[in-house]
């Protein structure tokens, strides 16, 4: 997945997106997750923390804003 994708994934579901690059090793030891190259947090809670398909992302969106 890629960050367009999953930009318009979050868009159609009308959620706002906030995107981070982590530019030095103080970013990634501040990341929600030990696994600091990709992670999705929503609402707190760290729902992946690692590359996943367009598919999967829309699923566990789905789950999560019921």
Do not use: C, W
Request: net charge positive.
């Amino acid at each position: 997945m890629n960050i367009k994708n999953l930009s318009q994934i979050a868009k159609e579901k009308g959620l706002k997106l906030k995107v981070k690059e982590l530019k030095n090793a103080k970013d990634a030891q501040d990341a929600p997750s030990m696994y600091a190259t990709f992670n999705v947090v929503y609402d707190g809670k760290l729902l992946v923390d690692h590359y996943i398909s367009s598919k999967r992302f829309l699923n566990i969106i789905n789950k999560e804003i019921k």
